[in-house]
């Protein structure tokens, strides 16, 4: 049995993220958010139903523009990232900006962002970097939890950005990092953190079924994420 804030991974491939997504749509295969025993999440939080129906239902909107796609280019013009990561978070119980999602460079050499807005000067990652998290999920093509992430080496370049409603910035406690790919190539990274002083103010640790959201809304993200960034 794995320890609780240990690191779990899962290799990614295109077809893991197509099948996610076409499961999510299903309520029979729909994941429960965890909460602890004898407690429940704060009032302005949705239930675990609603994270679980959040879910899905962003995942079947994704799927529907990534069809639509294929014979309608007009289609992208219904895409929208902030929406998405506003959504993803809602559906995880985290802030929009604790989800951060990058694109990779044309030649595939850096890691760039394109949410939240407030980060997209903050310039390049490369790829090869040792420290950056998002850089080792794209070289690696493998999603990962890590619950006890601020005890970890790691870049902290978007931790410097103060969280809407929040004041000053905070550490990333505990995070969702997942490859985003068309086809068999990685275009992206979509990581959702939860922040905070230390581990209990930023709230849960992630599991497995959260993980399991996150890779749902990958596979269609990707296929519309390839038109934004213009590959």
Known sequence: MQAAGETRSLTVSSNDSDNLAREMVSPSTLGLMWVAPGTLPPPS???????????????????????????????????????????LAESLCVQPDEVAIFGVSTRGRHLYFLFPEELKNLGNIPLSSASSFAARTARERRARIVNKFASTRHST???????????????????????????????????????????????????????????????????????????
């Not at 275009?187 to 922040?195: K, L, Y």
């Open 157 to 231: 370049v978007s931790e410097c950005a103060p969280l809407a409603g929040r004041a000053g910035a905070r550490a990333i406690q505990k995070i969702v990092s997942a490859p985003i790919l068309s086809g068999e190539m990685v275009i992206g990274v979509v990581q959702i953190s939860r922040r905070g002083r230390n581990a209990t103010e930023a709230g849960p640790d992630f599991t497995p079924e959260d993980l399991g959201k996150v890779l749902a809304v990958c596979g269609p993200l990707g296929k519309l994420l390839q038109r934004l960034v213009g590959e």
């Open 45 to 87: 939080r949705p239930l675990r139903g609603d994270q679980s129906n959040m879910s899905a239902s962003l995942v079947s909107e994704l799927q529907r523009l990534a069809d639509a796609l294929e014979s309608d280019s007009a289609a992208a013009s219904q895409f929208s990232l902030p929406s998405v990561a506003a959504r």
